[in-house]
Protein backbone atom coordinates (compact mmCIF):
# COMPACT_ATOMS: atom_id res chain seq x y z
CA UNK A 1 0.00 0.00 0.00
CA UNK A 2 1.84 2.85 -1.02
CA UNK A 3 -0.03 5.57 1.81
CA UNK A 4 1.57 3.37 4.40
CA UNK A 5 4.42 4.28 5.55
CA UNK A 6 5.21 2.64 9.10
CA UNK A 7 3.50 -1.53 9.42
CA UNK A 8 4.92 -3.08 13.22
CA UNK A 9 3.70 -6.83 13.39
CA UNK A 10 4.07 -8.77 17.13
CA UNK A 11 7.08 -6.73 17.63
CA UNK A 12 8.69 -7.20 20.85
CA UNK A 13 11.86 -5.55 22.36
CA UNK A 14 13.75 -5.85 26.16
CA UNK A 15 16.95 -3.87 26.62
CA UNK A 16 20.45 -6.11 27.52
CA UNK A 17 17.93 -8.80 26.25
CA UNK A 18 16.37 -8.94 30.27
CA UNK A 19 14.27 -6.29 30.52
CA UNK A 20 11.33 -5.89 28.17
CA UNK A 21 10.38 -2.36 26.42
CA UNK A 22 7.95 -3.60 23.84
CA UNK A 23 5.89 -6.74 24.35
CA UNK A 24 3.85 -7.25 20.74
CA UNK A 25 3.37 -4.14 19.27
CA UNK A 26 0.87 -4.07 16.27
CA UNK A 27 0.56 -0.54 14.44
CA UNK A 28 0.05 0.86 11.37
CA UNK A 29 0.57 4.08 10.28
CA UNK A 30 -0.08 6.46 6.98
CA UNK A 31 1.19 9.35 5.46
CA UNK A 32 -0.16 12.60 6.30
CA UNK A 33 -1.62 11.08 9.89
CA UNK A 34 -1.44 13.13 13.12
CA UNK A 35 -0.63 10.38 15.82
CA UNK A 36 -0.35 10.64 19.76
CA UNK A 37 1.39 7.93 21.68
CA UNK A 38 0.23 8.29 25.60
CA UNK A 39 1.09 6.09 28.30
CA UNK A 40 2.63 6.37 31.46
CA UNK A 41 6.39 6.68 32.25
CA UNK A 42 8.64 3.40 31.32
CA UNK A 43 5.70 1.95 29.40
CA UNK A 44 7.47 2.08 26.21
CA UNK A 45 6.65 5.20 24.12
CA UNK A 46 10.06 5.81 23.67
CA UNK A 47 11.55 2.68 22.56
CA UNK A 48 8.44 3.04 20.12
CA UNK A 49 9.80 6.50 18.59
CA UNK A 50 13.78 5.51 18.74
CA UNK A 51 12.36 2.09 17.12
CA UNK A 52 10.44 4.05 13.86
CA UNK A 53 13.65 6.09 13.45
CA UNK A 54 15.82 2.78 12.76
CA UNK A 55 17.89 2.94 15.65
CA UNK A 56 16.53 -0.17 18.10
CA UNK A 57 15.27 -2.91 16.00
CA UNK A 58 12.76 -5.83 16.90
CA UNK A 59 13.93 -8.43 19.11
CA UNK A 60 10.94 -10.48 17.69
CA UNK A 61 8.60 -9.61 15.25
CA UNK A 62 8.53 -7.39 12.09
CA UNK A 63 8.96 -3.66 11.30
CA UNK A 64 7.53 -2.57 7.18
CA UNK A 65 8.65 1.06 6.83
CA UNK A 66 7.61 2.57 3.33
CA UNK A 67 6.54 -1.00 2.36
CA UNK A 68 9.81 -2.97 2.89
CA UNK A 69 11.05 -5.08 6.07
CA UNK A 70 13.61 -2.80 7.82
CA UNK A 71 16.65 -4.96 9.05
CA UNK A 72 19.97 -3.78 11.55
CA UNK A 73 21.86 -4.46 8.27
CA UNK A 74 19.92 -2.06 5.64
CA UNK A 75 21.68 0.61 7.31
CA UNK A 76 25.60 -0.30 6.03
CA UNK A 77 24.18 0.64 2.41
CA UNK A 78 25.23 4.38 2.75
CA UNK A 79 22.44 5.23 0.11
CA UNK A 80 19.58 3.21 1.97
CA UNK A 81 21.00 5.18 4.89
CA UNK A 82 21.13 8.80 3.38
CA UNK A 83 16.93 8.19 1.79
CA UNK A 84 16.08 7.15 5.47
CA UNK A 85 17.50 9.69 7.42
CA UNK A 86 16.34 12.06 4.86
CA UNK A 87 12.89 10.89 5.19
CA UNK A 88 12.35 9.90 9.46
CA UNK A 89 13.76 12.59 11.68
CA UNK A 90 13.51 11.88 15.91
CA UNK A 91 13.19 14.86 17.91
CA UNK A 92 14.59 13.14 21.25
CA UNK A 93 12.48 13.81 24.62
CA UNK A 94 16.16 15.35 26.38
CA UNK A 95 17.11 18.29 24.46
CA UNK A 96 20.60 17.98 25.90
CA UNK A 97 20.37 14.73 24.06
CA UNK A 98 20.59 16.19 20.60
CA UNK A 99 22.77 19.55 20.98
CA UNK A 100 26.39 18.10 20.88
CA UNK A 101 27.20 20.94 18.88
CA UNK A 102 29.36 24.24 20.84
CA UNK A 103 27.08 26.28 18.90
CA UNK A 104 23.25 26.51 17.69
CA UNK A 105 23.88 27.17 14.22
CA UNK A 106 26.69 23.99 14.15
CA UNK A 107 23.82 22.00 15.85
CA UNK A 108 21.16 23.04 13.36
CA UNK A 109 23.86 22.35 10.13
CA UNK A 110 24.79 19.42 11.33
CA UNK A 111 22.29 17.11 10.38
CA UNK A 112 22.04 18.45 6.11
CA UNK A 113 25.84 18.81 6.56
CA UNK A 114 26.25 14.66 6.80
CA UNK A 115 23.51 14.01 4.92
CA UNK A 116 25.33 15.89 1.98
CA UNK A 117 22.55 18.85 1.01
CA UNK A 118 23.79 21.52 -0.95
CA UNK A 119 25.17 24.94 0.75
CA UNK A 120 22.73 27.38 -1.16
CA UNK A 121 19.90 24.95 0.36
CA UNK A 122 20.94 24.16 3.93
CA UNK A 123 21.45 28.15 3.63
CA UNK A 124 17.48 28.33 2.64
CA UNK A 125 16.03 26.05 5.20
CA UNK A 126 18.05 27.44 7.93
CA UNK A 127 16.61 30.85 7.31
CA UNK A 128 12.79 29.32 6.87
CA UNK A 129 13.02 27.06 9.85
CA UNK A 130 14.79 30.01 12.12
CA UNK A 131 12.08 32.36 10.83
CA UNK A 132 9.05 29.89 11.42
CA UNK A 133 10.85 28.72 15.26
CA UNK A 134 11.78 32.71 15.93
CA UNK A 135 15.39 31.55 16.94
CA UNK A 136 17.47 34.08 15.18
CA UNK A 137 18.87 35.36 18.39
CA UNK A 138 19.83 32.46 19.52
CA UNK A 139 22.48 31.10 16.55
CA UNK A 140 25.73 31.91 17.76
CA UNK A 141 24.74 30.97 21.50
CA UNK A 142 25.98 27.99 23.20
CA UNK A 143 23.17 25.05 23.81
CA UNK A 144 24.09 25.65 27.50
CA UNK A 145 23.43 29.12 27.76
CA UNK A 146 19.73 28.02 26.34
CA UNK A 147 16.49 27.58 28.96
CA UNK A 148 14.82 24.46 28.33
CA UNK A 149 12.21 26.01 25.97
CA UNK A 150 14.39 27.11 23.44
CA UNK A 151 16.41 24.25 24.18
CA UNK A 152 13.04 22.29 22.25
CA UNK A 153 12.93 24.74 19.74
CA UNK A 154 16.47 23.98 18.64
CA UNK A 155 16.37 20.38 18.64
CA UNK A 156 13.10 21.09 16.42
CA UNK A 157 14.88 22.78 14.36
CA UNK A 158 17.85 20.71 13.93
CA UNK A 159 15.57 17.87 12.79
CA UNK A 160 12.84 19.94 10.65
CA UNK A 161 15.76 21.55 8.75
CA UNK A 162 16.38 18.24 7.18
CA UNK A 163 12.40 18.45 5.98
CA UNK A 164 11.35 14.97 6.75
CA UNK A 165 8.02 13.39 5.20
CA UNK A 166 7.61 11.78 8.99
CA UNK A 167 8.69 14.09 12.07
CA UNK A 168 8.81 12.02 15.22
CA UNK A 169 8.75 14.04 18.43
CA UNK A 170 9.68 12.54 22.01
CA UNK A 171 7.29 14.78 24.37
CA UNK A 172 7.91 17.76 22.91
CA UNK A 173 6.08 19.90 25.44
CA UNK A 174 7.20 18.20 28.50
CA UNK A 175 8.28 20.96 31.49
CA UNK A 176 7.53 23.77 29.14
CA UNK A 177 5.63 27.00 29.99
CA UNK A 178 2.14 27.77 28.35
CA UNK A 179 2.89 29.91 25.09
CA UNK A 180 6.33 27.86 24.04
CA UNK A 181 3.83 24.44 24.21
CA UNK A 182 1.07 26.58 22.12
CA UNK A 183 3.73 27.56 19.66
CA UNK A 184 5.05 24.06 19.47
CA UNK A 185 1.53 22.79 18.74
CA UNK A 186 0.83 25.13 15.78
CA UNK A 187 4.38 24.30 14.42
CA UNK A 188 3.01 20.57 14.28
CA UNK A 189 -0.25 21.59 13.03
CA UNK A 190 1.02 23.47 10.56
CA UNK A 191 3.78 20.93 9.19
CA UNK A 192 1.13 18.39 9.24
CA UNK A 193 -0.97 20.80 6.66
CA UNK A 194 2.22 20.95 4.66
CA UNK A 195 1.67 17.10 4.32
CA UNK A 196 4.28 15.84 6.80
CA UNK A 197 3.25 13.05 9.15
CA UNK A 198 3.46 13.49 12.38
CA UNK A 199 4.10 11.10 15.01
CA UNK A 200 4.06 12.77 18.97
CA UNK A 201 4.56 11.26 22.48
CA UNK A 202 2.96 13.00 25.23
CA UNK A 203 1.36 13.38 28.34
CA UNK A 204 -0.37 16.25 28.24
CA UNK A 205 -3.91 15.27 27.54
CA UNK A 206 -5.11 18.77 26.93
CA UNK A 207 -2.90 18.87 23.28
CA UNK A 208 -3.95 15.49 22.32
CA UNK A 209 -6.66 16.50 20.23
CA UNK A 210 -4.89 19.43 18.67
CA UNK A 211 -2.18 17.19 17.74
CA UNK A 212 -3.60 13.81 17.01
CA UNK A 213 -6.36 12.47 14.17
CA UNK A 214 -5.51 8.61 16.34
CA UNK A 215 -4.35 7.78 19.65
CA UNK A 216 -2.02 4.52 20.54
CA UNK A 217 -2.59 4.07 24.54
CA UNK A 218 0.40 2.19 26.04
CA UNK A 219 0.16 0.43 29.50
CA UNK A 220 2.25 -0.96 31.93
CA UNK A 221 2.61 -4.21 30.22
CA UNK A 222 4.79 -2.17 27.30
CA UNK A 223 1.76 -3.32 25.02
CA UNK A 224 -0.49 -0.90 23.03
CA UNK A 225 -3.81 -1.55 25.23
CA UNK A 226 -6.14 0.96 22.52
CA UNK A 227 -6.12 2.85 19.51
CA UNK A 228 -8.46 5.08 18.21
CA UNK A 229 -9.67 9.03 17.54
CA UNK A 230 -8.82 11.05 20.62
CA UNK A 231 -12.59 11.85 22.02
CA UNK A 232 -13.19 8.05 22.18
CA UNK A 233 -9.84 7.88 23.68
CA UNK A 234 -10.35 11.01 25.97
CA UNK A 235 -13.73 10.25 26.82
CA UNK A 236 -12.61 6.48 28.57
CA UNK A 237 -11.97 7.78 31.78
CA UNK A 238 -11.36 4.59 33.12
CA UNK A 239 -9.17 3.59 30.31
CA UNK A 240 -7.08 6.83 31.65
CA UNK A 241 -7.05 6.15 34.80
CA UNK A 242 -6.12 2.44 34.67
CA UNK A 243 -3.35 3.34 32.87
CA UNK A 244 -2.34 6.05 34.76
CA UNK A 245 -2.57 8.61 32.52
CA UNK A 246 -5.13 10.87 35.23
CA UNK A 247 -5.65 10.28 38.29
CA UNK A 248 -8.33 11.22 40.95
CA UNK A 249 -7.57 13.78 43.56
CA UNK A 250 -9.17 16.87 45.58
CA UNK A 251 -7.99 19.97 45.80
CA UNK A 252 -9.88 23.32 46.86
CA UNK A 253 -10.47 26.77 45.14
CA UNK A 254 -13.65 29.22 45.55
CA UNK A 255 -14.17 28.13 48.55
CA UNK A 256 -14.67 24.45 48.18
CA UNK A 257 -13.52 21.47 48.19
CA UNK A 258 -13.50 19.57 44.76
CA UNK A 259 -13.06 15.80 44.33
CA UNK A 260 -12.60 14.51 40.66
CA UNK A 261 -10.45 13.13 38.02
CA UNK A 262 -7.69 15.28 37.21
CA UNK A 263 -8.20 16.28 33.65
CA UNK A 264 -7.85 19.67 31.34
CA UNK A 265 -10.26 18.37 29.72
CA UNK A 266 -12.53 19.33 31.90
CA UNK A 267 -11.90 23.18 31.90
CA UNK A 268 -12.78 23.42 28.11
CA UNK A 269 -16.23 21.56 29.22
CA UNK A 270 -17.12 24.54 31.85
CA UNK A 271 -15.80 27.40 29.47
CA UNK B 1 37.18 19.63 62.79
CA UNK B 2 34.73 17.94 60.82
CA UNK B 3 33.05 21.78 60.17
CA UNK B 4 36.62 22.93 58.78
CA UNK B 5 36.80 19.28 56.81
CA UNK B 6 33.20 19.85 55.28
CA UNK B 7 34.31 23.26 54.66
CA UNK B 8 37.18 22.52 53.15
CA UNK B 9 35.25 20.38 50.93
CA UNK B 10 33.06 22.83 50.32
CA UNK B 11 35.10 25.66 49.50
CA UNK B 12 37.14 23.01 47.10
CA UNK B 13 34.31 22.00 44.78
CA UNK B 14 32.49 25.02 44.64
CA UNK B 15 35.76 26.66 44.10
CA UNK B 16 36.65 24.14 41.58
CA UNK B 17 33.57 24.82 39.74
CA UNK B 18 33.88 28.65 39.85
CA UNK B 19 36.77 28.13 38.32
CA UNK B 20 35.78 25.96 35.57
CA UNK B 21 32.59 28.27 34.94
CA UNK B 22 34.65 31.49 34.86
CA UNK B 23 37.83 30.28 32.81
CA UNK B 24 36.39 28.00 30.00
CA UNK B 25 32.72 29.02 29.85
CA UNK B 26 32.47 32.63 30.82
CA UNK B 27 33.74 34.35 27.51
CA UNK B 28 33.44 37.85 28.84
CA UNK B 29 36.54 39.02 26.79
CA UNK B 30 36.19 37.09 23.72
CA UNK B 31 32.74 38.88 23.17
CA UNK B 32 33.95 41.97 23.68
CA UNK B 33 34.10 44.31 20.73
CA UNK B 34 37.81 44.89 20.79
CA UNK B 35 40.93 44.86 17.89
CA UNK B 36 41.64 40.98 17.89
CA UNK B 37 37.78 39.59 18.68
CA UNK B 38 36.91 41.18 15.56
CA UNK B 39 39.70 39.80 13.63
CA UNK B 40 39.60 36.33 11.32
CA UNK B 41 40.04 33.92 13.70
CA UNK B 42 42.18 31.72 11.19
CA UNK B 43 44.36 34.68 10.85
CA UNK B 44 44.54 35.28 14.61
CA UNK B 45 45.29 32.30 15.13
CA UNK B 46 48.09 32.07 12.34
CA UNK B 47 49.92 35.35 13.58
CA UNK B 48 49.58 34.33 17.16
CA UNK B 49 51.20 31.19 16.50
CA UNK B 50 53.74 33.19 14.17
CA UNK B 51 54.58 35.82 17.27
CA UNK B 52 55.03 33.16 19.96
CA UNK B 53 57.24 31.18 17.30
CA UNK B 54 59.49 34.60 16.91
CA UNK B 55 59.26 34.67 20.81
CA UNK B 56 60.64 31.52 21.49
CA UNK B 57 63.91 32.22 18.74
CA UNK B 58 64.92 35.51 20.12
CA UNK B 59 67.93 35.77 22.19
CA UNK B 60 68.35 39.43 22.60
CA UNK B 61 66.19 40.34 26.02
CA UNK B 62 65.17 44.17 24.49
CA UNK B 63 63.67 43.15 21.76
CA UNK B 64 61.96 40.21 23.83
CA UNK B 65 60.99 42.89 26.04
CA UNK B 66 59.66 44.91 23.19
CA UNK B 67 57.56 41.67 21.88
CA UNK B 68 55.66 41.50 25.11
CA UNK B 69 55.04 45.18 25.11
CA UNK B 70 53.38 44.38 21.92
CA UNK B 71 51.49 41.91 23.63
CA UNK B 72 50.38 43.98 26.29
CA UNK B 73 49.20 46.67 23.91
CA UNK B 74 47.06 44.46 21.65
CA UNK B 75 45.33 43.53 25.21
CA UNK B 76 44.61 47.16 25.89
CA UNK B 77 43.35 47.63 22.63
CA UNK B 78 41.09 44.79 22.93
CA UNK B 79 39.57 46.12 25.72
CA UNK B 80 41.19 43.10 28.22
CA UNK B 81 41.36 44.56 31.51
CA UNK B 82 45.00 44.89 32.11
CA UNK B 83 45.45 44.16 35.62
CA UNK B 84 43.51 40.83 35.16
CA UNK B 85 45.58 40.04 32.15
CA UNK B 86 49.17 39.99 33.99
CA UNK B 87 47.66 38.21 36.89
CA UNK B 88 46.14 35.33 34.29
CA UNK B 89 49.64 35.40 32.54
CA UNK B 90 51.80 35.59 35.38
CA UNK B 91 50.00 32.97 37.64
CA UNK B 92 51.49 30.19 35.01
CA UNK B 93 55.66 31.63 35.42
CA UNK B 94 56.81 29.77 38.50
CA UNK B 95 54.69 27.17 37.27
CA UNK B 96 56.97 26.62 33.78
CA UNK B 97 59.49 28.83 34.31
CA UNK B 98 61.24 29.14 38.07
CA UNK B 99 61.67 25.63 38.99
CA UNK B 100 64.08 25.99 35.73
CA UNK B 101 65.38 29.60 36.11
CA UNK B 102 66.57 29.63 39.54
CA UNK B 103 69.60 26.88 39.42
CA UNK B 104 70.31 28.72 36.38
CA UNK B 105 71.78 32.08 38.49
CA UNK B 106 74.03 29.62 39.92
CA UNK B 107 77.62 29.17 38.92
CA UNK B 108 76.86 25.37 39.29
CA UNK B 109 75.04 25.54 35.99
CA UNK B 110 76.36 28.86 35.04
CA UNK B 111 79.68 29.40 35.36
CA UNK B 112 80.82 33.32 34.79
CA UNK B 113 81.42 36.68 36.43
CA UNK B 114 80.38 36.45 40.15
CA UNK B 115 77.39 39.02 41.03
CA UNK B 116 75.95 37.86 44.46
CA UNK B 117 77.96 35.28 47.20
CA UNK B 118 76.40 33.55 49.93
CA UNK B 119 76.19 31.06 52.17
CA UNK B 120 73.56 28.68 53.15
CA UNK B 121 73.86 26.00 55.30
CA UNK B 122 77.96 26.52 55.09
CA UNK B 123 77.93 26.17 51.40
CA UNK B 124 78.82 28.78 48.85
CA UNK B 125 76.02 29.89 46.27
CA UNK B 126 77.54 32.08 43.40
CA UNK B 127 74.83 33.86 41.82
CA UNK B 128 76.68 34.43 38.34
CA UNK B 129 76.43 37.69 35.94
CA UNK B 130 75.56 35.61 32.60
CA UNK B 131 73.66 33.23 35.19
CA UNK B 132 71.39 35.91 35.98
CA UNK B 133 70.99 37.19 32.22
CA UNK B 134 70.25 33.71 31.22
CA UNK B 135 67.56 33.28 33.53
CA UNK B 136 65.96 36.36 32.67
CA UNK B 137 65.87 35.99 29.18
CA UNK B 138 64.14 32.23 29.60
CA UNK B 139 61.56 33.96 32.44
CA UNK B 140 61.27 36.60 29.80
CA UNK B 141 60.24 34.07 26.95
CA UNK B 142 58.32 32.39 28.89
CA UNK B 143 56.12 35.00 30.17
CA UNK B 144 55.73 36.69 26.13
CA UNK B 145 55.04 32.90 25.03
CA UNK B 146 52.11 32.47 28.00
CA UNK B 147 50.61 35.94 26.93
CA UNK B 148 50.45 35.43 23.32
CA UNK B 149 48.92 32.36 23.98
CA UNK B 150 46.13 33.36 26.76
CA UNK B 151 45.47 36.19 24.52
CA UNK B 152 44.34 34.83 21.80
CA UNK B 153 42.49 32.41 23.61
CA UNK B 154 40.86 34.81 26.02
CA UNK B 155 40.20 36.77 22.73
CA UNK B 156 38.76 33.92 20.65
CA UNK B 157 35.52 32.17 21.49
CA UNK B 158 35.95 28.74 21.64
CA UNK B 159 33.98 27.03 18.87
CA UNK B 160 36.02 29.35 16.69
CA UNK B 161 38.86 28.15 17.93
CA UNK B 162 37.86 24.62 17.30
CA UNK B 163 36.90 25.52 13.56
CA UNK B 164 40.21 26.80 13.32
CA UNK B 165 41.59 23.72 14.43
CA UNK B 166 39.53 22.03 11.75
CA UNK B 167 40.72 24.36 8.94
CA UNK B 168 44.82 23.68 10.03
CA UNK B 169 43.34 20.02 9.18
CA UNK B 170 43.33 18.91 12.71
CA UNK B 171 41.37 15.49 11.99
CA UNK B 172 37.46 16.03 12.12
CA UNK B 173 36.80 13.48 14.88
CA UNK B 174 39.19 15.13 17.13
CA UNK B 175 38.02 18.36 17.51
CA UNK B 176 34.49 17.20 17.34
CA UNK B 177 35.21 15.23 20.48
CA UNK B 178 36.91 18.52 21.88
CA UNK B 179 34.07 20.25 21.23
CA UNK B 180 31.29 17.54 22.80
CA UNK B 181 33.80 17.42 25.81
CA UNK B 182 33.17 21.05 26.24
CA UNK B 183 29.30 20.84 25.87
CA UNK B 184 28.73 18.45 28.53
CA UNK B 185 31.20 19.39 30.80
CA UNK B 186 29.22 22.40 31.54
CA UNK B 187 25.94 19.65 31.95
CA UNK B 188 27.96 17.45 34.50
CA UNK B 189 29.24 20.78 36.21
CA UNK B 190 25.46 22.02 36.34
CA UNK B 191 24.50 18.08 37.85
CA UNK B 192 27.10 17.99 40.22
CA UNK B 193 26.32 21.62 42.09
CA UNK B 194 23.00 20.11 42.03
CA UNK B 195 23.52 16.84 43.63
CA UNK B 196 26.17 18.79 46.31
CA UNK B 197 23.15 20.62 47.47
CA UNK B 198 20.53 18.28 47.45
CA UNK B 199 22.95 15.94 49.72
CA UNK B 200 23.46 19.63 51.91
CA UNK B 201 19.67 19.70 52.11
CA UNK B 202 19.22 16.24 53.35
CA UNK B 203 22.44 16.00 55.51
CA UNK B 204 23.13 19.71 57.23
CA UNK B 205 26.85 20.47 57.91
CA UNK B 206 27.58 17.83 60.18
CA UNK B 207 28.05 14.54 58.67
CA UNK B 208 30.99 11.72 59.72
CA UNK B 209 33.90 11.71 57.12
CA UNK B 210 33.19 7.78 56.81
CA UNK B 211 29.41 8.44 55.37
CA UNK B 212 31.05 11.91 53.44
CA UNK B 213 33.55 9.39 51.51
CA UNK B 214 30.70 6.97 50.94
CA UNK B 215 28.42 9.50 49.50
CA UNK B 216 31.41 10.79 47.19
CA UNK B 217 32.21 7.52 46.09
CA UNK B 218 28.53 7.08 44.84
CA UNK B 219 28.18 9.98 43.58
CA UNK B 220 31.69 9.71 41.21
CA UNK B 221 29.54 6.42 40.09
CA UNK B 222 26.62 8.05 39.56
CA UNK B 223 28.17 10.17 37.67
CA UNK B 224 29.96 7.86 35.84
CA UNK B 225 26.61 6.06 35.05
CA UNK B 226 25.06 9.46 33.58
CA UNK B 227 27.95 9.74 31.56
CA UNK B 228 27.30 6.43 29.67
CA UNK B 229 23.84 6.65 29.06
CA UNK B 230 24.38 10.19 27.88
CA UNK B 231 27.10 8.98 25.37
CA UNK B 232 24.99 6.60 24.12
CA UNK B 233 22.06 8.66 23.75
CA UNK B 234 23.89 11.49 22.21
CA UNK B 235 25.07 8.60 19.52
CA UNK B 236 21.82 7.85 18.80
CA UNK B 237 20.77 11.09 17.90
CA UNK B 238 24.02 11.99 15.70
CA UNK B 239 23.16 8.81 13.92
CA UNK B 240 19.26 9.95 13.83
CA UNK B 241 20.81 12.91 11.72
CA UNK B 242 22.67 11.23 9.15
CA UNK B 243 26.10 10.95 10.88
CA UNK B 244 28.09 8.05 9.19
CA UNK B 245 31.58 7.91 11.13
CA UNK B 246 33.48 11.26 9.54
CA UNK B 247 31.48 14.42 10.60
CA UNK B 248 30.98 17.23 8.02
CA UNK B 249 31.40 20.43 8.82
CA UNK B 250 30.52 24.24 7.09
CA UNK B 251 33.44 26.07 6.93
CA UNK B 252 31.96 30.13 7.25
CA UNK B 253 34.89 32.18 8.00
CA UNK B 254 35.32 35.32 5.46
CA UNK B 255 38.78 37.08 5.55
CA UNK B 256 38.54 41.09 4.84
CA UNK B 257 40.65 43.53 4.11
CA UNK B 258 41.50 44.27 8.09
CA UNK B 259 42.46 40.45 8.68
CA UNK B 260 45.30 40.63 5.21
CA UNK B 261 46.18 43.92 6.38
CA UNK B 262 47.00 42.51 10.08
CA UNK B 263 48.67 39.36 8.80
CA UNK B 264 51.38 41.64 6.49
CA UNK B 265 51.65 43.81 9.56
CA UNK B 266 53.20 40.92 12.03
CA UNK B 267 54.75 39.64 8.87
CA UNK B 268 56.79 42.67 8.99
CA UNK B 269 56.89 42.86 12.77
CA UNK B 270 58.73 39.33 12.55
CA UNK B 271 60.76 39.91 9.69
CA UNK B 272 62.19 43.50 11.22
CA UNK B 273 62.57 41.79 14.83
CA UNK B 274 64.42 38.67 12.95
CA UNK B 275 66.75 41.28 11.54
CA UNK B 276 67.22 43.30 15.04
CA UNK B 277 68.52 39.90 16.40
CA UNK B 278 70.64 39.26 13.78
CA UNK B 279 72.49 42.22 13.38
Redesign the interface.
Known sequence: MDSQIFELRNVHFSYLGKFPALCGIDVEINRGEKIAVIGANGSGKSTLLQMLDGLIFPGQGQIKVFGKELKESDFQDADFSENFRKKIGLVFQNPDVQLFCPTVREDILFGPLQLGMKKKEIEARLEEVVGILGINGLLERSPHQLSIGEKRKIAIASTLIINPDVLILDEPTAGLDPLTTRHIIELLIDENAAGKTIITSTHDLHIVEEIADRVFVFSQEKKIIRSGNPCEILDDIQLLEDNNLIHVHSHRHTGKTHTHPHQHLEHHHEG | MKRHSNNFIEHSLIGTLDFLKESL?AEEFALKKGFLQLLDPRIKVLTFLLLIIQAVLIKNILILFYLYALCLLLAAISRINLGFFLKRTWVFIPLFSLVIAIPALFSIFSPGEALVTFKLLSIKFVITQQGLSGAALFVMRVITCVSFAVLMSITTK??EL?KVLRIFKVPQVFVMIA??C???V??FIGIIENTYLAIKSRTGTRIHYKRGQQIVAWNIAYLWSRSYC?NE??Y?????????GE????NDFRARIKDWLWLFCVLGICAFLFYLSRR
Open positions: FHFLGMYRYYLLQVQAMLSRGYTPEVL
